[in-house]
């Protein structure tokens, strides 16, 4: 975690993840637009601490996927898109 308030961000929802993350780009964007420096600082440090949760959760699925053989462990195989 990067920002030292941050809410732990885990037992979010993947939709509750990305509204949030919406919002706070869009606070980000007004902090911009009023100059507020801090602000930015602050949102900015949020706003990475949602986005490594999001990377974290993208790479667990990868490594689900890896395990159960949906996804093989060379990257230059195609993928086993087959229905069970």
């Known amino acids: 975690m990067l920002h030292p308030l941050a809410p732990d961000l ?5 939709e509750e993840l990305h509204t949030k993350r919406g ?3 869009t606070r980000l964007n007004y902090a911009y637009n009023i100059g507020n420096s801090e602000m930015v600082h602050q949102l ?3 706003i990475q601490d949602y986005a490594l ?8 699925m ?3 996927a890896r ?8 990257p ?5 898109v087959t229905r069970d």
């Open 44 to 46: 900015s440090l949020l």
């Open 10 to 14: 885990s037992s979010l929802s993947d």
């Open 62 to 64: 990868m490594e689900d």
């Open 53 to 60: 949760e999001v990377d974290r959760r993208n790479q667990k």
């Open 67 to 74: 395990k159960s053989g949906r996804l093989g462990t060379d």
């Open 76 to 80: 230059e195989a195609p993928l086993n």
């Open 23 to 25: 919002t706070l780009q």
